[in-house]
């Protein structure tokens, strides 16, 4: 299983971005799949998930702002975040599974800051 996510950046608040992730060694189109993050001296934080019929659920913390979808043909899973936050200021990681805690990858840096 290998996950490999990109996408991240700094941006100013109220901006977006867009991260992807892109998955191999494992049956995607069949798996669901999940966004975690961890922010600087904190726990991993369940971001959202999505399952294979595209069913989506989102931690209260994000809803309404980000937005995940997958693209089984090009196995790719993806998380569009909008009116960021500086609070939303962490590593983000996809990982196979519900709620963060399957295998992930290495992870892609989100700065919002002024």
């Known amino acids: 299983v290998q996950l490999v996510e990109s996408g991240g950046g700094l941006v100013q608040p109220g901006g977006s971005l867009r991260l992807s992730c892109a998955a191999s060694g494992f049956t995607f189109s069949t798996s669901a799949m999940s966004w975690a993050r961890q922010a600087p001296g904190k726990g991993l934080e369940w971001v959202s998930n999505?399952?294979?019929?595209?069913?989506?659920y989102y931690a209260d913390s994000v809803k309404g702002r980000f937005t995940i979808s997958r693209d089984n043909a090009k196995n790719t899973v993806y998380l569009q975040m909008n009116s960021l936050k500086p609070e939303d200021t962490a590593v983000y990681y996809c990982?196979?599974?519900?709620w963060g805690t399957g295998v992930r990858g290495q992870g892609t840096q989100v700065t919002v800051s002024s």
């Open positions: 990982a196979t599974g519900n």
């Open positions: 999505i399952y294979r019929d595209g069913s989506e």
